[in-house]
C-alpha cells in the first residue's frame, strides 16, 4: 500500500468535501425546499463516502511506472543473497535485498533493491531462496519482485 498516496487523495478530498460544504451551508442551504434537510445531509454523506472511497481505490492502484513494468518487463529469476531489516511498516517490514538476477538472453548480474516483505511472503523472501522477478529491458535497474 502506497500510504504517502493514500495520505494525499484523502487529505485532497477532505478539503474538497469541505469546500462543497461551505458553499452549501453559506448559499444552498436558503434557497432550498423546507423539509429537505435531512435528505441534503445524507446526500452530502453519502456523496463524500463514495468519493472517500473511489479516492481510496486509486490511490491503491499500482503507480504507471509499475504497470509499465509488469506490461513490458523481462520475466527472470532472482536468488537473494542477503535479507537487511531497515524499519517495521504498517504492512510488514522494509528490508533491503541483495540478489543475484539472470534474465534469458543476458548475463547474470549482482542488484539491490529495498522492499517491502508484508508477513504472507516472509518465507518466501529468505536469504538462498529463489523468486520470479521482472526487469525493464531499458534499465536493468529497475527490478520488481513477483513473490
Known amino acids: 500500500m502506497n500510504h504517502r498516496r ?20 453559506g448559499w444552498l442551504v436558503e434557497h432550498t425546499p423546507p423539509g ?9 454523506l453519502a456523496a463524500f463516502g463514495s468519493v472517500l472511497g473511489f479516492g ?12 509499465k513494468l509488469e506490461k513490458h518487463g523481462l520475466e527472470g529469476w532472482a536468488r ?7 524499519r517495521r511498516t504498517v504492512d510488514g517490514e522494509w528490508a533491503k535485498l541483495a540478489l543475484h538476477l539472470t534474465v534469458p538472453g543476458s548475463d547474470s548480474y549482482s542488484g539491490r533493491i529495498e522492499y517491502e516483505i508484508r ?3 516472509k518465507d518466501k523472501i529468505t536469504p538462498g531462496s529463489t523468486v520470479t522477478v521482472l526487469v525493464d529491458p531499458k534499465n536493468r535497474d529497475r527490478i520488481m519482485l513477483c513473490p
Do not use: K, S
Not at 494525499?8 to 461551505?22: E, K, N, P, Q
Not at 429537505?36 to 452530502?44: A, D, H, K, N
Open 36 to 44: 429537505t434537510l435531512p435528505y441534503q445531509i445524507g446526500g452530502l
Open 80 to 86: 537473494i543473497d542477503t535479507v537487511t531489516p531497515l
Open 56 to 67: 481510496m481505490a486509486w490511490a491503491n492502484r499500482p503507480t504507471r511506472a509499475e504497470r
Open 6 to 25: 493514500v495520505v494525499h487523495t484523502v487529505c485532497f478530498i477532505a478539503v474538497g468535501y469541505l469546500i462543497v460544504l461551505a458553499v452549501w451551508l
Open 119 to 121: 508477513p504472507e511472503y
